[in-house]
């Protein structure tokens, strides 16, 4: 997967879009984990980080029949950066790359930002990204109910 355009090269839309704070998101789902997604959010509007991730989240979390958790974040302001989702996509797009041994699907298709769960994998979301506790944001989308087979 290649880096995002430059935004010196883009339309005027383009870098009004990559001019929004940006926030790149691990979370897993199953328990135990199943499968990791790494995935990337923008903060368009008034819209502040809780309200953004909880509603890309929740939209994950709806369309899946996995607990969907949150592992990590890595925010983008728009004090750090000119084009801050600019910086969130690149990054997204350089973690598919390295970790693309371990996708579930095919590169640059639907459901490639989907990785199969390794230990190498959660620490190094660990070690890059801050826990969604430190931003206010919980990790879980969902009250699972727990059953018993009789």
Known sequence: MKPPRSPDNSSPSTRAWWSCAGVVYFLAVGNPFIAIKIGVAAQTGTK????????????????????VQLLGLIHFKKCDHEYPMWHADAMERELHNKFQPLSRFERDTRGSEWFNVSEDLVTYIKEISVSPESLGIPRLFCKPIVTTLA
Do not use: A, C, M, Y
Request: charged share 25%; aromatic share 0%.
């Open 48 to 67: 502040d980080l809780q309200t953004t991730v909880k509603r890309r989240l929740n939209q994950i979390q709806s369309s899946n029949h996995e607990p």
